[in-house]
T-cell receptor, first 110, second 109 residues
């Protein structure tokens, strides 16, 4: 059974600082996704990672994937308040299913 | 514009009542999904469908039912057998990537 674990689950940081969210998964998969969710809202797709060593960047967010270690990271550079949200990783299982991590609630303080 | 429409946005259910959540997509995606999200938690898969007239149970299907009579539509019924239905329900569709609807917040009154 595929299990996906994120850490930390809660993260409070100051603007301008850097930090990393980790996503570990238990069985082999060929795709990993990162999503952002604002309170009471749906999920916004951030990144899709499909191969070992994949790295994608959008603004202050950068995601990477190490399929051998079954680990993905979401790195935040010089955080700004607008990045406050809950971030989820999700790992593909079989042809179509996704298994989600618990989410990391990120709060960025001025 | 293509997308997924969920309705209603808020839904209140009385004890012992069945309610149906609507999910419609115009993306021409074959696969559709229903997820449940409880406060402070990740999403858990209820049901999914990869083609019309076929669907499979996810991890928490008990107390729920679905149908897939049209490619565009995948309604979810929360039955009276679901003892703790209060949650945020998200519908998604995919063809490669995933697109999520805006969600329905269901509350038991």
């Amino acid at each position: 059974e595929l299990k996906v674990e994120q850490n930390p689950l809660f993260l409070s940081m100051q603007e301008g600082k850097n930090y990393t969210i980790y996503c570990n998964y238990s069985t082999t998969s060929d795709r990993l996704y990162w999503y952002r969710q604002d309170p009471g809202k749906s999920l916004e797709s951030l990144f899709v990672l499909l191969s070992n060593g994949a790295v994608k960047q959008e603004g202050r967010l950068m995601a990477s994937l190490d399929t051998k270690a079954r680990l993905s990271t979401l790195h935040i550079t010089a955080a700004v308040h607008d990045l406050s949200a809950t971030y989820f990783c999700a790992v593909g299982q079989g042809a179509q299913k996704l298994v989600f991590g618990q989410g990391t609630r990120l709060t960025i303080n001025p | 514009d293509g997308g997924i429409t969920q309705s209603p946005k808020y839904l209140f259910r009385k004890e012992g009542q069945n309610v149906t959540l609507s999910c419609e997509q115009n993306l021409n995606h074959d696969a559709m999904y229903w997820y449940r999200q409880d406060p402070g938690q990740g999403l858990r898969l209820i049901y999914y469908s990869q083609i019309v007239n076929d669907f499979q149970k996810g991890d928490i299907a008990e107390g729920y039912s679905v149908s897939r009579e049209k490619k565009e539509s995948f309604p979810l019924t929360v039955t009276s057998a679901q003892k703790n239905p209060t949650a945020f329900y998200l519908c998604a569709s995919s063809r490669g990537g995933y697109t999520f609807g805006s969600g329905t917040r269901l509350t038991v009154v």
